[in-house]
């Protein structure tokens, strides 16, 4: 759901990423954030309580190419992945042009992953999205660590359809950058379906 402002040339496109809680969305945007050249960003806005590193949003623009001579710029947003912070992940995905399920590697995190995943489903169905649909990729970050999943399991468990998928480790930067190009490409590709 693009919002075009005519008056500065703009397509305005959302991105989310979407997953349990402390898999890696807000350090996915870190690194992205300290990474993209500052004339390119805006202000990342991030909320945390004792609970959640990210209450509510972590916002940040990125300019990437034209279409018909409207420049488009990405809103990235992770949601909160504690459960009940549902009502403000449903809110978050709003408008969504495209979503990264950031699953968690590590072994004893799938059941978190699985609920993540069937939660962010019924959140987008409940708002007339269907996942299917969508642009939509899958980053498997953590990848580093000693009880990470074999990629054959969480594959099979967490990407059913085949998206795209990535393998990751966000607090080095892995994976980061191709994940969020790839997210990229496939909403331009939409966006230009329907120019």
Request: hydrophobic share 35%; aromatic share 10%; charged share 25%.
């Amino acid at each position: 759901m693009s919002f075009i402002n005519y008056s500065s040339r703009e397509i305005n496109c959302k991105i989310v990423y979407y997953g349990p809680g402390l898999c890696g969305k807000t350090t996915n945007l870190q690194y992205i954030y300290n990474k993209t050249n500052p004339e390119a960003k805006g202000k990342m806005i991030s909320l945390a309580t004792e609970t959640e590193r990210t209450l509510f949003f972590d916002f940040l623009p990125l300019s990437l190419g034209e279409i018909r001579g409207f420049r488009t710029r990405f809103h990235l947003y992770t949601v909160p992945g504690q459960v009940f912070y549902d009502a403000s992940r449903k809110l978050i995905l709003k408008g969504v042009d495209g979503v990264v399920f950031c699953g968690d590697s590590q072994i004893e995190r799938m059941e978190a992953n699985i609920e993540s995943l069937d939660n962010l489903r019924t959140n987008l169905a409940e708002q007339g999205y269907d996942l299917d649909k969508l642009p939509y990729v899958v980053q498997y970050n953590k990848r580093d660590l000693p009880n990470a999943a074999p990629m054959a399991e969480l594959e099979e468990t967490l990407n059913p359809t085949k998206v795209p998928q990535f393998e990751a480790v966000a607090t080095k930067g892995n994976g980061v950058f191709d994940t969020l190009k790839a997210v990229a490409k496939l909403v331009l590709t939409e966006l230009r379906k329907g120019s």
